[in-house]
C-alpha cells in the first residue's frame, strides 16, 4: 500500500478501536503551532483499528491527514476534528467522562523547551500534557509520551518529570522503553547538542 512518512508535527490525537476489543479505544495525541506535514494516521487503522479520530489545531495538517488515509485505503475509519490536543483532552475527561477508557495514548507536543532557560516552564507544560493523558488511559494501557526539545532532553529529567505528572493524578507508570531518534537519525560526536528526541513508553497502572 502506497504511504507516505515524513517528519510530523501536528497538534491533535487519534482514537482506534479494536474489533476484538469493542470497548477499548486508544487515541494518540501530537501538538505544534508550526507547519506540519500530515500525521501517520494509517498506523492504527493498518494495525486493525474499527475508528481513528485525528484531531489537530492546522486545518492544512487534517487535510493531509485525510489525503494520507486515502492512500492508505483507511479513510473509512478516519474521521478528523480541528481542535487544539490540550483543550480536547481536558473536554475529554470534564464533558465526556472519558478517564480510564483508552488502550494507548501517544503524546508528542512540539519543542515547548527552545533554549535552558525555558526549562522550567517547559517543564510544567510538559507535566500538565501527560497529566491529561495519564488520565485517559486504563489500567494496563500505555502511553507513548515524547520530547523533541533539546534542553529536555539533554537535562535527563523527562522520566522524573512524566512521574510526576502520574504522581499528581493518583497513576504510576512502569517503563517499558526509553528510546531517541531512529537509526537513521544520526548523531554527529562533535555535535552532541543534536540529541534533542526522546521516545518513552510506560505501561499505566
Not at 500500500?1 to 476489543?21: F, I, K, L, M, V
Not at 515547548?112 to 493523558?133: C, E, F, I, V
Given at each position: 500500500?502506497?504511504?507516505?512518512?515524513?517528519?510530523?508535527?501536528?497538534?491533535?490525537?487519534?482514537?482506534?478501536?479494536?474489533?476484538?476489543?469493542?470497548s477499548r479505544r486508544t487515541r494518540r495525541w501530537r501538538s505544534s503551532t508550526r507547519p506540519s506535514t500530515a500525521p501517520p494516521s494509517s498506523s492504527p487503522s493498518l494495525?486493525?483499528?474499527?475508528?481513528?479520530?485525528?484531531?489537530?489545531?492546522?486545518?492544512?495538517?487534517?487535510?493531509?491527514?485525510?489525503?494520507?488515509?486515502?492512500?492508505?485505503?483507511?479513510?473509512?475509519?478516519?474521521?478528523?476534528?480541528?481542535?487544539?490536543?490540550?483543550?480536547?483532552?481536558?473536554?475529554?475527561?470534564?464533558?465526556?467522562?472519558?478517564?480510564?477508557?483508552?488502550?494507548?495514548?501517544?503524546?508528542?507536543?512540539?519543542?515547548?523547551?527552545?533554549?535552558?532557560?525555558?526549562?522550567?516552564?517547559?517543564?510544567?507544560?510538559?507535566?500538565?500534557?501527560?497529566?491529561?493523558?495519564?488520565?485517559?488511559?486504563?489500567?494496563?494501557?500505555?502511553?507513548?509520551?515524547?520530547?523533541?526539545?533539546?534542553?529536555?532532553?539533554?537535562?535527563?529529567?523527562?522520566?522524573?518529570?512524566?512521574?510526576?505528572?502520574?504522581?499528581?493524578?493518583?497513576?504510576?507508570?512502569?517503563?517499558?522503553?526509553?528510546?531517541?531518534?531512529?537509526?537513521?537519525?544520526?548523531?554527529?560526536?562533535?555535535?552532541?547538542?543534536?540529541?534533542?528526541?526522546?521516545?518513552?513508553?510506560?505501561?499505566?497502572?
Open positions: 500500500r502506497a504511504q507516505r512518512r515524513r517528519r510530523r508535527s501536528t497538534n491533535g490525537w487519534r482514537r482506534c478501536e479494536s474489533p476484538q476489543s469493542p494495525g486493525g483499528a474499527a475508528e481513528v479520530v485525528g484531531v489537530d489545531s492546522s486545518a492544512p495538517a487534517l487535510a493531509r491527514a485525510e489525503q494520507n488515509a486515502q492512500l492508505n485505503q483507511t479513510a473509512d475509519v478516519c474521521r478528523w476534528e480541528l481542535s487544539d490536543v490540550k483543550s480536547y483532552m481536558q473536554h475529554a475527561l470534564r464533558d465526556r467522562n472519558e478517564a480510564g477508557q483508552f488502550d494507548v495514548v501517544i503524546l508528542d507536543p512540539p519543542k515547548l523547551a527552545p533554549t535552558r532557560a525555558s526549562l522550567a516552564k517547559a517543564t510544567h507544560h510538559y507535566r500538565k500534557l501527560n497529566a491529561l493523558a495519564l488520565q485517559l488511559v486504563r489500567p494496563g494501557g500505555l502511553l507513548m509520551t515524547c520530547s523533541c526539545s533539546g534542553a529536555m532532553t539533554q537535562s535527563h529529567e523527562f522520566e522524573g518529570m512524566v512521574a510526576e505528572a502520574a504522581a499528581e493524578v493518583g497513576r504510576s507508570a512502569t517503563t517499558l522503553r526509553h528510546a531517541g531518534a531512529a537509526p537513521d537519525h544520526t548523531l554527529s560526536l562533535s555535535f552532541p547538542e543534536g540529541e534533542y528526541l526522546t521516545n518513552l513508553l510506560v505501561c499505566v497502572h
